[in-house]
């Protein structure tokens, strides 16, 4: 059954965007719009506060692939492109990372669709000596490079065209100007990876995370301003000259011409004005010099600075950001109710890019090596803020109560979790430091089993039972009474 309405007329070019977009202010109207977001990024602290906020926990967190009704060898080629571990198992690092695909900057660079609203990536695969893709790298395609987003009309992506290279096309340019030619390096939508922060419809420019903080932070650049010019030009006052009256004998044209020469002298000496160790004046009798202050009540701007912070902080529902500080405003109480909405934004953000992976990168991967048919591991993202820490105490109470039980997967979890060394696969896992290989205890237990069966010798000592049963995996406690000794065999 096929679509009969639309999402979009299927206009091309940055114009048809705008109108998905529905963006009024011209200096947002993408592709404008990369400039503006980039500076407020770069230059205002507070927005880079913000950002870094919103970004660092999902970066420093840990992710993770889940291999459940996955053969081995998909999800172990999957992890091992991606350099992620397998849930549950403890992750073997590569020889070398040079040349190698990079978790770190990938994420890192597409949480940047938060900033200008989208953050496009081409897949690039290479094959093994045995015919397996692999992917070499997700290669990151720079906002300012896109020329045009082609749409469907029922809103899907079906490709980008970037800029610079290539046969030349034509695009619809800004409303009221000619046609304009942007380079044509056109890549097909089954080649990307494109992350879109609220995407409706068929705009896929996105909204910028920045742009309800757009107002504040042009407000806050132009109260900066003024304020810092209010600093340099009354910091140490208005310098004021008053010249010396005029000889009294001398006729009227005399003194205008006098007082014109003083008043062009004392505007020399107020503008030359300087602190230093030989600085200093000489004036006339009668003539005086000195720094004027303000005057009145000065604007706080200060209060209004700090107001508009919080605002650009309440667009990310980072208000936590702005407790704490000489000036600071909000209950210390509201911390932890801020911080909770804060958290569940970033755990759906989390989940928003791991979707993204999952459908375009993880199962493009396993499509292109085994088929659609075949089963993908599946993405696990970091649960940031998680309200019960994997203490040692609640690890050991819920063993000692039964609750949970220990297996291979949760102690390389917890190796993992508190930085230990991974364990190998030839330690011994029973924590039995006999020496003892595995085939080694699986004939024993034979042998032992054996003897049960036919009644040669000594049955089964109490030690031999609770050696079977521990590594069967029961819970033994050590209040047990003596051993008795075992009865011969008739």
């Given at each position: 059954m096929t679509e009969i309405g639309y999402q979009t007329?299927?206009?091309?070019?940055?114009?048809?965007?705008a109108?998905?977009?529905?963006?009024?202010?011209?200096?947002?109207?993408?592709?404008?719009s990369n400039e503006v977001f980039d500076r407020m990024r770069r230059e205002d602290p507070q927005v880079m506060s913000v950002l870094g906020a919103v970004t660092l926990p999902i970066q420093e967190s840990d992710w993770q692939l889940d291999p459940a009704g996955v053969r081995d060898e998909v999800a172990q080629l999957v992890a091992d492109d991606l350099g992620l571990?397998?849930?549950g198992k403890p992750r073997v690092a590569p020889l070398r990372s040079k040349g190698r695909f990079s978790w770190d900057e990938f994420l890192r660079l597409a949480l940047l669709e938060l900033v200008f609203g989208?953050?496009?990536f081409e897949q690039v695969y290479e094959p093994d000596?045995?015919?397996?893709?692999?992917l070499r790298k997700l290669a990151w395609r720079p906002p300012r490079t896109i020329a045009q987003f082609k749409v469907e009309s029922d809103g899907g992506l079906a490709a980008i065209v970037q800029h610079g290279h290539g046969k030349p096309v034509r695009t619809p340019a800004k409303?009221?100007?000619k046609s304009a030619s942007v380079g044509g390096v056109t890549i097909p939508v089954d080649r990307l990876v494109v992350f879109v922060h609220q995407r409706e419809g068929g705009n896929w420019v996105g909204v910028s995370l920045l742009r309800a903080a757009y107002k504040m932070w042009l407000l806050k650049d132009r109260t900066l301003r003024v304020q810092a010019l209010a600093a340099e030009r009354n910091g140490l006052g208005m310098p004021s000259y008053t010249s010396a009256p005029p000889p009294e004998d001398a006729t009227y044209d005399e003194k205008k011409a006098w007082l014109e020469e003083e008043i062009a002298r004392g505007l020399e000496i107020a503008k030359g004005a300087r602190a230093g160790d030989a600085a200093g004046i000489s004036l006339p009798h009668g003539a005086t010099f000195r720094f004027?202050?303000?005057?009145?009540?000065?604007?706080?701007?200060?209060?209004?600075?700090?107001?508009?912070?919080?605002?650009?902080?309440?667009?990310?529902?980072a208000n936590f950001l702005n407790l704490g500080g000489d000036n600071s405003t909000g209950s210390y109480a509201l911390g932890d109710t801020f911080a909770n909405f804060f958290i569940n934004s970033l755990n759906a953000l989390a989940r928003h890019i791991a979707t993204i992976i999952q459908q375009h990168v993880i199962e493009d991967l396993v499509d292109a090596n085994w088929g659609p048919e075949e089963p993908a591991p599946r993405l696990v993202p970091p649960k940031i803020g998680a309200e019960h820490p994997a203490t040692a105490e609640a690890i050991r109470a819920l063993l000692e109560s039964g609750a949970i039980h220990w297996d291979p997967a949760l102690e390389a979890h917890l190796r993992g979790l508190y930085g230990l060394p991974v364990m190998e696969e030839s330690d011994d896992l029973d924590g039995r430091a006999d020496g003892m290989t595995e085939t080694e205890k699986a004939r024993e237990i034979a042998e032992i089993v054996q003897k049960v069966y036919l009644g040669v010798g000594p049955v089964l000592s109490q030690e031999?039972?609770?050696?079977?049963l521990r590594r069967a995996g029961a819970e033994l406690g050590e209040d047990l009474p003596a051993p008795k000794q075992p009865e011969e065999a008739a």
């Open positions: 007329g299927g206009l091309v070019g940055w114009g048809g965007l109108t998905d977009a529905h963006e009024t202010n011209p200096d947002l109207i993408w592709p404008l571990a397998l849930k989208h953050s496009v000596a045995f015919g397996r893709a692999h409303p009221g100007e004027e202050g303000v005057t009145g009540k000065v604007p706080d701007l200060d209060k209004q600075i700090r107001y508009y912070d919080e605002q650009i902080a309440r667009a990310v529902l031999e039972a609770r050696d079977i």
